[in-house]
């Protein structure tokens, strides 16, 4: 049996960040599939194993099951499973995921930031409004996509100018302060409304070619695309 | 001299959570004055400190100047630089900030990011509307408050659960999922507009009475309160 079990569907942009890691650090696991349409990500098992952790109304159901020197424990937010995947598996895999020292580490750190603060609100709601708003058969709302889209521009300038001066966000090595932006960025990189934001500058040109084409990122689309076992 | 300089106004709610956390870890600091008002925080040699860390129009002036040993280095993120704090003096001090393993640091963490993409988001507009505004002589915006106070009070409902069942908000130890978030809670429960959300739950005004207690953080009140040497 696997180590690690991650709950979730593989398209949910929580799991898939959890699994590109998972890939980078050579890590094996098991999906465990959990059936949204009947509402088992709301049941009180699956709300239990969030210890507390549901804001709004966003799927947030990634359980990390440990192997039973650890005990048992959860986490139910994608950055804080990453960074622990990092810590529980130093030394096998992509070794430089999070650093090599705690400077390197403080510097993703900062750039893991960037993503959850500035990258990821407008980039969430273009997500829903483009990806799966059309496949749930919900109405999009043009203005928050204009919207965002302007707010997300904002951004994706800030990164150009530091892709200038710098091969990766935290240095010249790829880390986890890149991984966590593709599950957000392969949306919304194939999506009419907002595919120029990875292809205007430069820099972010570049930049998102060279990490959106990682083997490990390549495996989470083949992961996301096959068929669905029950 | 000491080991480490932050640069920026102890007002400033970032450069706030990392006193205390150099409180917290016994680590001496001397403070540099950054003249906002003469725009010191937008000249050449400030903005390269911030290594490109340069989002929408909040100040990020703060700096960690590192000991010869460890070369120079910058940070403009305050949640990064409490980490990295904690890593670089993790033997002194209050040694359970960041836990005491990779385990409860997974949990210190997703509470840290509860903080910074939940809690952060809409106490930040609050804290600008209602102490910044005033000091500034700006207009404040009633719906802005309204909207924000709202929005903050679905975030403390999910608080006042979790702590219904944990002393501190990662489990039994104050650590610093709670501490990151004084530096906009102090603002906010001194204000008429939201002092209420710190007080109605039962769970949370319990919390909050311990964590804003803590020596630290009144340490950091101190600090903030001092005449300005220049």
Redesign the interface.
Known sequence: MAAVTVYGPPLSTAVSRVLACLFEKEVSFQLAAVDMAKGQHKAPDFLKLQ??????SAFRGIR?E?TPS??S?Y???S???S??IC??YADQGYKALFGNS??E???I??????E???F??PSSVLVFQLAFAPRMGLKQDPEAIKENVGKLA??VD?YE??LE??RFLAGDEFSLADLTHLPNGQFLANAAESAHLFTTGTNVARWWGEISSRPSWKKVIEVQLAPVSS
């Open positions: 210890v507390g952790f549901s804001f709004g990390l440990q650890d005990g424990t986490s139910a937010e950055r804080a499973i960074r622990y810590d529980k705690i400077l580490r403080a510097r750190d900062q750039w893991l930031e960037a959850s603060q500035n990821n609100p904002k951004v800030v100018r530091r001066e710098s």
